[in-house]
């Protein structure tokens, strides 16, 4: 596989190799990871693109939010990708990918790339690699990345890693799924965006938006917000509306925080928090060498008959695991 040639071509932008360099980077084969090393250094940094994390509990509509987002964004001129994170079985490890499918329009225009990706069991719903897949669609000329997560309630923190900005698609009526995580998710929410603002559920939607406005202003303000922030808002992305104030609500934000240092500040914490996350990967993937699970499963018989405390037996397992690098 030539490297060198491959980071060209996603650099002229070209799709085909865009989704084979994502692969390439989902991969968790060692030589694959080498190569996925290079890829990310021949790309370089020539371009950063606005990082949008979006989430939502099953059913909210996120699929159609996106298709009717993108497609607004598309028709202002922008490029648009979205990386879509789609749940992994943990028995199987299997995965539908079915969110291009859902998408159909926004598929088809030649402005957009649509990449689904298994979770891989991951939390928060955000592939491991997802951030290298980023980073990908950045070289590719690129100027908005939405990235989709499974669903709200596992580690979303995981999204305000790489994302700028991060909204809450909700639906009307909807809060009392957030019970157990309300609070966590909206400290990290950026927009919070009630859907299905259509029909019946028109007047419903209007006392969600006030509601979670409401509670919003009762929260310690952020110091990377500016006044009035985090939002609360409505939309219909079946009926497109609502979508350009919800976008002008974005760039409003993004502009403040660009004009106010916070954007630099965000994006060198971020480089910081996947560093230490590559030191971490790298140090537990030492424990999958033969040498060390023949260690650490003698280890572990001899704490288990109460042969050795499990503390020192753990000490003696690092020095071990020490001596072999």
């Given at each position: ?226 006044d009035g922030y985090p939002k609360a ?93």
């Open positions: 596989m030539d490297i060198t040639d491959m980071a060209q071509r996603i650099c002229a932008g070209e799709r085909r190799a865009l989704a084979r360099g994502i692969t390439l980077v989902e991969s968790g084969r060692e030589d694959h990871r080498a190569q996925a090393t290079e890829l990310l250094a021949a790309v370089g940094k020539s371009k950063e693109a606005l990082r949008i994390g979006l989430s939502g509990t099953p059913g909210v509509g996120k699929s159609t939010f996106i298709e009717s987002f993108g497609m607004m964004l598309t028709g202002q001129g922008l490029r648009v990708a979205v990386l879509a994170v789609d749940p992994s079985s943990s028995r199987s490890g299997g995965s539908i990918l079915g969110d291009k499918t859902r998408m159909d329009l926004l598929s088809r225009d030649p402005n957009a790339f649509i990449r689904p990706s298994p979770s891989q069991t991951h939390l928060g719903g955000v592939a491991r690699r997802t951030r290298e897949a980023v980073a990908l669609c950045e070289a590719a000329g690129f100027d908005v990345v939405l990235i989709e997560t499974v669903g709200v309630g596992q580690s979303e923190t995981v999204v305000a890693q790489m994302a700028d900005l991060f909204l809450l698609l909700l639906a009307p009526a909807g809060g009392d799924e957030l019970q157990g995580v309300k609070r966590g998710i909206m400290e990290m929410a950026d927009v919070i965006v009630v859907n299905k603002a259509d029909g019946d559920l028109k007047a419903t939607a209007i006392r969600t938006q006030a509601d979670y406005a409401g509670a919003l202003r009762l929260m310690r303000k952020r110091p990377q917000d500016p808002m409505t939309v219909s992305a079946l009926e497109e509306q609502g979508l350009p104030e919800v976008w002008e609500t974005m760039q409003t934000l993004i502009n403040w925080r660009r004009e106010n240092g916070f954007w630099d500040q965000t994006r060198a914490a971020q480089a910081r928090y996947w560093f230490e996350d590559a030191v971490k990967t790298a140090l537990l993937a030492q424990l999958e060498s033969p040498n060390a699970r023949a260690a650490l499963a003698a280890l572990s018989d001899a704490v288990a008959a109460g042969a050795q405390e499990p503390g020192a037996a753990a000490a003696a397992f690092v020095r071990e695991l020490h001596e072999q690098a």
